[in-house]
């Protein structure tokens, strides 16, 4: 049995590293960008999630996350973030980077969390810097679109998020390579592996030596780089895996 095997294999992590995506969020209610009910197949991604285009248009973007931004702010950790920050108290991971800017590992109890794309719960004035919560921008949208910064007046508020055509956090990045160059083992998760460099991570943790273990709804280009894959879904296989895993002892 594939949950099996990668328990074993994760028994015997002295320096895991988690790797999500979209997908471990999905059973929280947060669509996702690719797959089935995707949310790109309801919008153009380069409509709406480039910053040349935000810059042009902020309304068009705060318009989309207007209607995005309640199921986001809301949502809760599912099992899936929870037996992560389960397998990280019980030392079986040491991290987990993820491209999702949900903050719902944190909200799980996860403590060494690497967002490579930003956090969405922060917004961020272009013009004086100001940051304010999200969720008090998001409450202004019904009476003013796009929203205005309350220090300047500035109309370009934008979620501390990575969009299309900007740089990711180097800090972010190299924090993720290192622990991919450690990892003995790594466990990815809900991820369509196709946007890098998030996609170069277990490439790199691969070749330093750690075990892949993929955990996805459906076939990724990386598959036939893991040690074992378990195509399922991530609220109900990390559950199994974590409990199995902490079972076999290790940590
Ligand atoms: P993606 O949308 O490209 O891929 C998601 C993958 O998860 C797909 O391969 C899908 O088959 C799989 N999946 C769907 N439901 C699943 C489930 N229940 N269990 C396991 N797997 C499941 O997502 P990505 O690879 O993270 O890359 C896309 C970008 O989308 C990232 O840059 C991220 O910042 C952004 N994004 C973030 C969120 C979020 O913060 N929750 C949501 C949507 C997109
Ligand atoms: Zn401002």
């Given at each position: 049995?594939?949950?099996?095997?990668?328990?074993?294999?994760l028994?015997?992590a002295a320096q895991g590293v988690a790797l999500t995506?979209?997908?471990?969020?999905?059973?929280?209610?947060?669509?996702?960008?690719?797959?089935?009910?995707?949310?790109?197949?309801?919008?153009?991604?380069?409509?709406?999630?480039?910053?040349?285009?935000?810059?042009?248009?902020?309304?068009?973007?705060?318009?989309?996350?207007?209607?995005?931004?309640?199921?986001?702010?809301?949502?809760?950790?599912?099992?899936?973030?929870?037996?992560l920050?389960?397998l990280e108290?019980?030392?079986h991971l040491v991290a987990v980077v993820t491209?999702?800017?949900?903050?719902?590992?944190?909200?799980?109890?996860s403590?060494r969390v690497i967002?490579?794309?930003?956090?969405?719960?922060?917004?961020?004035?272009?013009?004086?810097?100001?940051?304010?919560?999200?969720?008090?921008?998001?409450?202004?949208?019904?009476?003013?679109?796009?929203?205005?910064?309350?220090?300047?007046?500035?109309?370009?508020?934008?979620?501390?998020?990575?969009?299309?055509?900007?740089?990711?956090?180097?800090?972010?990045?190299?924090e993720a390579l290192a622990l991919a160059r450690r990892a003995d083992v790594m466990l990815v998760v809900?991820?369509?592996?196709?946007?890098?460099?998030?996609?170069?991570i277990p490439?790199v943790a691969s070749?330093a030596?750690a075990a892949i273990i993929?955990?996805?709804?459906?076939?990724?280009?990386?598959?036939?780089?893991?040690?074992?894959?378990?195509?399922?879904?991530?609220?109900?296989?990390?559950?199994?895996?974590?409990?199995?895993?902490?079972?076999?002892?290790?940590?």
């Open positions: 049995m594939s949950v099996e095997r990668a328990a074993e294999i028994a015997s995506g979209a997908g471990i969020s999905a059973e929280s209610g947060i669509p996702t960008f690719r797959g089935e009910g995707g949310l790109w197949t309801q919008y153009d991604p380069v409509k709406v999630a480039t910053i040349e285009r935000f810059r042009e248009d902020p309304r068009a973007y705060w318009t989309v996350a207007r209607e995005r931004g309640p199921a986001v702010l809301s949502a809760e950790p599912n099992p899936g973030h929870l037996a920050a389960g108290q019980s030392g491209q999702n800017t949900d903050g719902l590992h944190q909200d799980a109890g403590d967002e490579l794309h930003g956090s969405g719960r922060t917004v961020q004035c272009l013009d004086c810097g100001t940051r304010e919560s999200r969720r008090d921008v998001q409450g202004r949208l019904e009476f003013q679109m796009p929203p205005r910064c309350r220090i300047c007046g500035g109309m370009f508020l934008k979620p501390t998020v990575v969009l299309f055509g900007e740089p990711m956090p180097v800090d972010a990045v190299e809900g991820t369509s592996l196709v946007v890098y460099p998030a996609a170069d490439v070749r030596g993929i955990v996805n709804a459906e076939p990724t280009p990386m598959d036939g780089l893991a040690a074992v894959v378990i195509h399922g879904r991530a609220g109900e296989v990390l559950p199994e895996l974590a409990y199995r895993a902490l079972m076999s002892g290790g940590g």
